[in-house]
Each structure stands twice: as C-alpha cells, then as structure tokens.
Nanobody, 119 residues
Framework: QVQLVESGGGLVQPGGSLRLSCAASGSGFSVHAMGWYRQAPGKQRELVATITSGGNTNYADSVKGRFTISRDNAKNTVYLQMNSLKPEDTAVYYC?????????????WGQGTQVTVSS
C-alpha cells in the first residue's frame, strides 16, 4: 500500500516563505504526475501546481511567480517552495500522485498540512 506523507506546513508572516514536501512510500509502484492542491475554510479544494514525471509544470494563476513545484524522482518526493506568501494562501495543502502498479492506476492523496499566513 502506498502512502503520501506531507511535511513542512506551519505559521508564517505575510511575505515569508515555506517549503512543503510530500514523499510516496511503499513498494511495487510507479509514480507519474504529482501535484499540490489546497482547501481554505468554506471553499472548494483547488489546484495549486502539478508536475509530470518529465518535469513539465502547471500553476494556478494565483501562485504563478511565487510558488515553485519540483520533484526528486529517485526519492518519489514532490516539493512546493512558497515565497511571498499572502494571507489568502492560508489553507490545508494536499499533495497527490498518480500511481501505477502493473496496469492498475489510481490517484492517492496525502493527509494534508496546514499553512497559515498571518501577522
């Protein structure tokens, strides 16, 4: 069974930075596209950024130029570097990954990590 374990959330002042990490653990699977989503109180979960296994990236307009997604394929880990944070970035951040085991594919989610931007 594959687990996605996130880390790196916390409280930061506006203008500050945080780096989130998400590692896929388990065996017998391949990791394909990975991504980060977020959900603020009372709002729907929204895409933040995605990255393919080849390194192609996609960002929500609201984070372009401030957030950078990257991955280490050898470690099955995806990162989200968040700079120039704003109060509106406050949310629970979830990572996901498209996984395959033979011909069976599924999308797994992490448990979420809280990011709070406040002075």
């Amino acid at each position: 069974q594959v687990q996605l374990v996130e880390s790196g959330g916390g409280l930061v002042q506006p203008g500050g930075s945080l780096r989130l990490s998400c590692a896929a653990s388990g065996s017998g699977f391949s990791v394909h596209a990975m991504g980060w989503y977020r959900q603020a109180p009372g709002k729907q979960r929204e895409l933040v950024a995605t990255i393919t296994s080849g390194g192609n990236t996609n960002y929500a307009d609201s984070v372009k130029g401030r957030f950078t997604i990257s991955r280490d394929n050898a470690k099955n880990t995806v990162y989200l570097q968040m700079n120039s944070l704003k109060p509106e970035d406050t949310a629970v951040y979830y990572c996901n990954a498209d996984l395959s085991h033979g011909i069976v594919w599924n999308r797994s989610w992490g448990q979420g990590t809280q990011v709070t931007v406040s002075s």
